[in-house]
């Protein structure tokens, strides 16, 4: 059993940066973001392998978010810039331990999460 924790959500203003950490009690093959905003699913944002050498970012983050990884901490951390107000979610770390196929972008690849995160973006 890993368990997953999040942490670095708040509230901010548009064009704001937060920087969101994860820490798995155990080692992960892979470690992705993932938000979900009121009234909508869940949705991917952003994974990092061990090593980091592989990395995958949702289309909408590109240029705003970067992940990136701590792998002797078991740690990854969502750097988020220019936050923007639809940018507004809770944010949900999960953890993957069997080494799904990539890109692993998908919550079915995922065996483990964490409570989320919320972060508030006002204009």
């Known amino acids: 059993q890993v368990q997953v924790v999040e942490s670095g959500g708040g509230s901010v203003q548009a064009g704001d940066s937060l920087r969101l950490s994860c820490v798995a009690t155990?080692?992960?093959?892979?470690m992705g973001w993932f938000r979900q905003a009121p009234g909508k699913e869940r949705e991917f944002v952003s994974a990092?392998?061990?090593?980091?050498?592989?990395?995958y970012n949702q289309d909408f983050v590109k240029g705003r978010f970067t992940i990136s990884g701590d792998d002797a901490k078991n740690t990854v951390y969502l750097q988020m810039n220019n936050l923007k107000p639809e940018d507004t979610a809770v944010y949900y770390c999960?953890?993957?331990?069997?080494?799904?196929?990539?890109?692993?972008?998908?919550?079915?690849?995922?065996?483990?999460w964490g409570q989320g995160t919320q972060v508030t973006v006002s204009s």
């Open positions: 990092i392998n061990r090593g980091g050498a592989k990395r």
């Open positions: 155990g080692r992960s093959t892979s």
């Open positions: 999960a953890a993957d331990p069997f080494g799904s196929t990539w890109p692993v972008d998908s919550e079915k690849k995922y065996s483990y």
